[in-house]
């Protein structure tokens, strides 16, 4: 890719979005165009169609899409399907007919079977059926793998599809009903923290920056307090607080540092065509790549790592009502290892300096 150009990232203020901004302007991409949800929504074809007629990008980064935590997919299943198939639909033909010369699009890891064989590797693609809480929302990531195939395919495009692991980061979402476990845990455990202390500062400052519904600042302590108790951070009469999380605690899962995702995202976009992912040219499938580190931890581990790093002294108690999805879902990277690229922020590493940053906020 050349430094000048035109590059449009999809999906700029999210999680994945704003780090492959912020990566390409460290390697020196001068050249890129964005749009907000508000400003053009990938939804309406006829927007997306004249967005790239005046843009005519030559290089797109899909990182727009309905993305959400395992209850928030199986909760709004119509949106996650309908959303995500049309605004890759939309962005991947429009970038076909404006004669994009390479676009990455991403996937994610759910769209392995529910019991993959570990750690899973890209051609343990539609070898079995999928875990139930996020299918619509995988189906239609697989369609999104399948489309960039096809094109390839049919109209020589150059469309790669990648397959991230469970990502944190800046700009994540913190919403508790919405987000994914890690920014989920690592906010409520931050709340459990400061209503142990009595830190009401720190409690309303968070309540400002992240609404949650039925809470305003104004309310009295007891009624925050209660409203904390509904969600899942409950103080006990001697003081103690209570986080609540969800499932079993079993389940293993993989993360990987959004900035570490953005670098190799553009790394790939950089190096790697359609026609290097590929060997057997009867039957082109499994040309999408993992990208993750390779490491898992369990859920209840991972809140163990994050009230150390955070300093809460509180207690868990699990919630079983709340579904565990699946037990396992470790990426095989050595695909991309193999291409020379690796992660370089390990979880410890990440949970401080997503701390850190969401202290800031
Ligand atoms: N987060 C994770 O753990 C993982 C994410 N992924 C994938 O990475 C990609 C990015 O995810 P992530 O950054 O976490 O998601 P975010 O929700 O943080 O960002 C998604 C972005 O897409 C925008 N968007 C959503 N719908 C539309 C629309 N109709 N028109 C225009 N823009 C829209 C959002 O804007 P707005 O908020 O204003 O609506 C937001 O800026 C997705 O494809 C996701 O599936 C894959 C694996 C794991
Ligand atoms: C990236 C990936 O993300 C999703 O799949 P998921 O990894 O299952 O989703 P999750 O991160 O929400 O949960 C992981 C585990 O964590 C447990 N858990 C505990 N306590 C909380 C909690 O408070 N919030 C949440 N969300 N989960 C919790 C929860 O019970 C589950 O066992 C899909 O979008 C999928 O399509 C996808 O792409």
């Not at 150059?158 to 469970?166: D, L």
Request: some cysteine; aromatic content about 10%; charged content about 25%.
């Amino acid at each position: 890719m050349r430094k000048e150009a035109k590059i449009y990232v999809a999906g700029h203020r999210g999680l994945v979005g704003s780090a492959i901004l912020a990566d390409l302007d460290r390697k020196g991409y001068t050249n890129i165009t964005v749009r907000t949800h508000k400003e053009l929504d990938l939804i309406n074809t006829n927007e997306v169609s004249n967005f790239f007629k005046s843009e005519k990008p030559e290089y797109v980064f899909l990182a727009a899409a309905k993305v959400g935590g395992i209850v928030a997919n199986n909760t709004y299943r119509g949106e996650f399907i309908y959303d995500n198939l049309m605004i890759q639909n939309n962005v991947i033909h429009q970038s076909y007919l404006n004669n994009v010369k390479k676009l990455l699009f991403l996937g994610s890891t759910c769209i392995y079977p529910k019991n993959c064989p570990q750690p899973m590797k890209e051609e343990y693609l539609l070898t079995d059926t999928l875990e139930y809480t996020n299918e619509p929302y995988a189906i239609a990531k697989i369609a999104g793998i399948k489309m960039c195939e096809s094109y390839n395919i049919q109209y020589g495009t150059n469309f790669i599809a990648v397959m991230p692991t469970n990502l944190y980061g800046p700009n994540d979402n913190f919403d508790l009903e919405k987000s994914h476990v890690l920014p989920a845990l690592l906010r409520k455990i931050h709340l459990g923290k400061a209503l142990m202390e009595e830190d009401w500062n720190a409690i309303l400052k968070d309540l400002m920056r992240y609404p949650i519904k039925g809470i305003l600042p104004s309310d009295t302590t007891e009624s925050i307090i209660k409203k904390l108790d509904e969600i899942g951070i409950t103080r006990t009469f001697d003081g103690k607080v209570t986080v609540h999380i969800w499932g079993t605690g079993a389940p293993m899962r993989e993360f990987l540092w959004s900035e570490d995702m953005a670098d190799a995202c553009v790394f790939l976009m950089e190096n790697r065509d359609f026609e290097d992912m590929y060997s057997n040219t009867t039957e082109i499938r499994n040309t999408h790549i993992n990208i993750g580190t390779g490491v898992d931890i369990s859920i209840s581990d991972l809140a163990d790592l994050i009230k150390s790093i955070v300093g809460f002294e509180g207690a868990f108690k699990f919630n079983s009502d709340k579904p565990d999805g699946t037990q396992k879902k470790l990426t095989d990277v050595s695909k991309l290892n193999a291409l020379g690229w690796k992660h370089k922020i390990g979880l410890e590493q990440g949970i401080y300096k997503q701390y850190k940053w969401y202290l800031t906020q």
